[in-house]
């Protein structure tokens, strides 16, 4: 027996709660950021995360441990997929 499945896109459906974005965040999707980051950025800016992701990476220097090479390597990923997020 086998099962077809057909579909014609996707959606990305961002997480809106603070453990949806840890996890988000620590999939490994955004280089630089892990479970321990992830989880300093989530506390740091609450569910802000996004907006300051979206429109203010350079605040990342407020958390702890991230330093401007590390925005960088965050800037350049979370760029890299912003057409999936759509």
């Known amino acids: 027996m086998y ?7 996707y959606q990305l459906i961002l997480p ?5 974005l840890k996890r988000y965040l620590s999939s490994g999707l ?4 892990g479970p321990a980051t992830a989880d ?5 800016f609450g569910d802000k ?14 958390v702890e441990g991230i330093a ?3 925005v960088e390597m965050i800037s350049k990923s979370w760029e890299e997929h912003k057409e999936i997020r759509g």
């Open 68 to 70: 401007e090479k590390r």
């Open 16 to 20: 809106t709660s603070l453990l949806g």
């Open 49 to 62: 995360t996004l907006e300051v992701l979206e429109n203010d990476l350079q605040r990342l220097t407020e």
């Open 3 to 9: 099962l077809r499945i057909s579909f014609d896109g």
């Open 30 to 33: 955004i280089k630089g950021v």
């Open 40 to 44: 300093r950025i989530v506390k740091q």
